[in-house]
């Protein structure tokens, strides 16, 4: 009895060593990290954890957390998952580090895309881009004889085919769950009909011709969506796609992994990726570019930063990345772009270029804005120029309460 | 009881009150008139982010706080600002407008006001329907045969015992899209259901679901007061040919009358920080309460912004409007209290 129990105990330290083997080295200072909860985080945490004395925290909340534990001294967290959205009040409130001796010292291979630089000094390393884009199942358009849709006029005539043939129960969907959701599908369109958000004296520009065309877009939307498409977020349009509810959306890169996945979906194969469509002619796609990243904290010690920051390249390096392929669009050495990254890249290598999400305080304000305002719209308690004129003033309160506008 | 005992006893508690309840409510109640907030400058900046092969690099000018040399951290300014954020919840000028061009259903297009209208009628309507299942279970139960209680207590007792949130996360997947029972009363009605996608069948689910979660609460109290009630008054009842309804409306309803005042009282109190239905139901689109709007302040947005001071005016307007609700029934406990006394 005793010798079998030995015996156990000695081949879980060995499956423990074999663990440890995937790391180059064994890191020897306790590092905790903060960061979103989606695939591409749960691949790299995962990785970093092989080097052992780590601790990763992933959370869907972390942006209502990560300013606050980034302020406190020391930090409650060594190593920060962001996006370009989330960086701002870390960068605002200076409280990560420069990263350029740290780059130069482990970062041999980073590519200089990676180092997203602000005023010429690395504040954080990107690992992978991502972005909303046309996903749509092939089986559907091919057997209607439809072409892949460019436009949203064509996605629009698209839809009324599907819907007509009746294949599917609600020929689009859409992450137009109040709130932030929603805030986003105004954010893609609007740039796309060439709107900017603010003026220079910080006040914003939606309550415009290209804001009201936008809302149009999204209201004719609604004719193909579920009803319930306001209570629709990330996850339960990605569900809907998995048991061939929809035909196509404007859904996240980082969610297309999921089509095939055999265990949940039922559409394994049949959905292909494209560029997201253009809101009008000779316009950018419309739709906005994220990166994912990380940062590292500048309330710690040197000594911490250093540990951290070389874990954080064991957690981006090649090796991870070839495990965990189709988990997101990478940016890191190694990665081989599958068909799912497709329309990923079509969108961010069209020309004229979709933006990049804008990291400014302004944008968080106006996002907030958007997310609480539009509703009304959709619902059909307000019109298109109410609906605006309701957003301009709802920013302008909480701005002049930020301290953005005098 | 001596007044050194007497304070002895309570002395924990009130102090866990002041720390608590007291000292938090007077931050916030002084928060509700200041605005605290950055010192802003405008700097250039050149930020540059990945594409999927090359980088961009933008220069623009951006609004950045400025940060303390000193202690590393955020300028701030705080400054009194009055009724500011009070006007800035409520907005009274477009409260005024909108009643001086008769269009009174604008009024609801304010976030305030449309959560007031519903936080009201949420509390209104649910609380004679508590206390009316309640009473009605109670009475069932008190009804039944002996051997039968025991389970059937324990069974109209579970839908109290279950976590609020997660109650109202049920109820959703039961309904939303196909869920279960939508797909069951598609099947039956040969109609597409979308329970989720107006605002009045919403509320439905949310009076209902508010019903079936607090009636154990009611049901419990009243079953209690029921075993107090006085055999010889209903002996006396029965022989006077009073039927079951005269005797519950004459005897036993006048006996349970303290309790019914007791449960409104605390039902009030719940139901006007109605919260966890509204999250549960992802129902933000199309019905908000006050409570959820004090939340909605809190959060922070992706640049860390928070409108506390909007926050702290909301919880004190939802804290002035529960103070207004519970006036009545409070006013009539004190009178019953005083004529006890003498």
């Not at chain 2, 009605?136 to 279950?162: D, E, Q, T």
């Amino acid at each position: 009895m005793y010798l079998k129990k030995l015996a156990l105990a000695g081949a879980v330290s060995l499956l423990g060593t074999t663990a440890f083997a995937a790391c180059s080295y064994e890191n020897d200072v306790p590092l905790k990290s903060l960061s979103a909860g989606f695939e591409a985080w749960k691949a790299v945490t995962d990785a970093m954890a092989e080097c052992g004395n780590f601790q990763a925290e992933l959370d869907q909340e972390f942006r209502t957390k990560q300013p606050a534990a980034f302020e406190a001294n020391p930090s409650l967290y060594h190593i920060g998952g962001v996006s370009n959205g989330t960086i701002t009040p870390l960068l605002n409130a200076e409280t990560i580090r420069p990263l350029d001796d740290l780059v130069a010292k482990y970062g041999q291979n980073l590519s200089p895309n990676q180092l997203i630089r602000v005023d010429g000094q690395i504040m954080a390393v990107a690992m992978m881009v991502n972005t909303q884009h046309l996903m749509y199942r092939e089986d559907i358009f091919a057997d209607l004889g439809i072409e892949t849709p460019s436009t949203w006029d064509e996605v629009f005539a698209a839809a009324a085919k599907i819907e007509e043939a009746g294949v599917v129960d609600h020929a689009i969907g859409a992450t137009m769950k109040s709130g932030w959701n929603l805030a986003q599908e105004f954010v893609n369109m609007y740039p796309g009909f060439g709107g900017v958000f603010f003026n220079d004296d910080n006040t914003t520009a939606v309550n415009s011709d290209a804001g009201m065309k936008a809302l149009a877009t999204m209201q004719a939307t609604l004719e193909y969506t579920d009803p319930e498409v306001l209570v629709s977020d990330s996850t339960y349009v990605q569900q809907q796609f998995q048991q061939g509810k929809i035909a196509m959306a404007n859904l996240w890169a980082s969610r297309a992994g999921a089509m095939n996945d055999e265990a949940e979906s039922q559409v394994v194969g049949k959905v292909k990726m494209a560029a997201a469509p253009l809101a009008m002619d000779g316009g950018a796609p419309a739709t906005t570019l994220w990166w994912d990243g990380i940062v590292i904290a500048a309330n710690i010690t040197d000594e911490e930063a250093d540990a951290a920051f070389r874990l954080a390249m064991e957690g981006l390096d090649t090796e991870m990345v070839q495990g965990a392929n189709e988990a997101a669009i990478w940016l890191v050495n190694g990665y081989q772009p599958g068909p799912l990254a497709e329309g990923a890249i079509a969108t961010a290598t069209a020309n004229p270029a979709p933006p990049a999400y804008p990291s400014t305080t302004q944008m968080g304000l106006l996002h907030t804005a958007l997310g609480n305002e539009l509703p009304a719209f959709l619902t059909g308690e307000r019109d298109a120029a109410a609906t605006l004129v309701a957003v301009e003033e709802a920013y302008t309160t909480s701005a002049k309460e930020a301290g953005v506008l005098e | 009881m001596k007044f050194k005992t007497f304070f002895w006893f309570v002395a924990p508690s009130v102090f866990m009150m002041l720390l608590f309840i007291a000292a938090p409510l007077i931050s916030v109640f002084i928060q509700s008139f200041q605005i605290t907030q950055p010192v802003m400058q405008q700097v250039e900046v050149e930020t540059c982010t990945p594409g999927f092969l090359t980088q961009t690099c933008v220069t623009e000018t951006k609004t950045v706080p400025i940060i303390d040399e000193a202690t590393g951290r955020t300028q701030t300014t705080t400054e009194w600002v009055g009724f500011q954020s009070y006007q800035n919840v409520l907005q009274m000028d477009k409260f005024w407008s909108a009643i001086g061009s008769g269009n009174w259903g604008d009024i609801l297009q304010i976030d305030f006001w449309k959560a007031l209208r519903f936080t009201l009628m949420f509390t209104l309507v649910t609380l004679p329907l508590v206390v009316g299942v309640g009473l009605m279970i109670a009475l069932a139960v008190n009804n039944a045969a002996k051997s039968l209680r025991g389970p059937v207590i324990f069974v109209s007792l579970l839908p109290f015992i279950i976590t609020p949130v997660i109650g109202s996360l049920s109820i959703y997947w039961l309904f939303v899209g196909d869920g279960i029972l939508t797909a069951t009363l598609e099947r039956w009605t040969g109609q597409d259901i979308a329970m989720f996608a107006q605002a009045w069948t919403i509320e439905l689910l949310m009076y209902f679901y508010r019903v079936w979660h607090v009636a154990p609460f009611a049901f419990v109290i009243f079953y209690a007061g029921l075993q107090t009630v006085n055999m010889d008054t209903l002996e006396s009842a029965i022989i006077d040919g009073a039927n079951r309804f005269e005797r519950l409306r004459y005897v036993i309803v006048p006996h349970l009358m303290p309790l019914i005042i007791f449960i409104a009282l605390i039902h009030l109190m719940d139901c006007y920080r109605v919260f966890d239905e509204i999250i549960g139901f992802r129902s933000q689109a199309h019905v908000i309460s006050l409570q959820w709007l004090t939340f909605d302040f809190l959060t922070p947005d992706d640049a860390g912004n928070r409108a506390i001071s909007r926050a702290a005016a909301s919880a004190m307007l939802t804290m002035v409007g529960i103070v207004i609700l519970l006036i009545l029934p409070l006013r009539r406990t004190w009178r019953d209290h005083k004529r006890g006394a003498h």
